[in-house]
């Protein structure tokens, strides 16, 4: 049984996201939100809550955004309790994804590694 409650969460999240996705966008053109997308969505097994990852163009701004999205959880929800065929929509919380950040920052960091010629390594193999 825990199979088949696992791979539900799993539609669940995938189902979120789609109806989520769609929600946020509207929400940031009506209320002037920072520009927020939704990169994942976590429901629990038991589908009693949702973590809904996003993300923002400006990271300066990513608090404000979520800190806005979460006070709009209960309208998104009783949105969604509309859209969705389901029985209860998990409470849904949200959170900022750095994990762009971090990738940002690790590619910055890759750049600014001086490695040399790629062909010394080639050179001393052969010597």
Do not use: C
Not at 13 to 21: F, H, K, M, N, V
Not at 28 to 52: F, I, K, N, Q
Not at 113 to 119: E, I, K, S, V
């Amino acid at each position: 049984m825990p199979a088949r409650d696992f791979k539900r969460s799993d539609r669940v999240s995938a189902q979120l996201r789609r109806e989520l996705g769609q929600l946020v966008h509207s929400a940031v053109r009506e209320y002037g939100l920072p520009m927020v997308s939704v990169s994942d969505v976590e429901a629990t097994s038991d589908l009693d809550v949702a973590t809904v990852w996003v993300t923002t163009l400006a990271p300066e701004e990513s608090k404000a955004a979520v800190k806005a999205l979460n006070e709009m959880a209960k309208e998104f929800r009783r949105e969604l309790s509309r859209s969705m065929r389901i029985r209860r929509v998990p409470e849904l919380r949200f959170k900022y994804d750095d994990s762009v950040d971090k990738g940002e920052r690790i590619d910055h960091l890759l750049s600014g590694l001086d490695l040399g010629p790629a062909d010394a390594s080639d050179e001393d193999e052969n010597a």
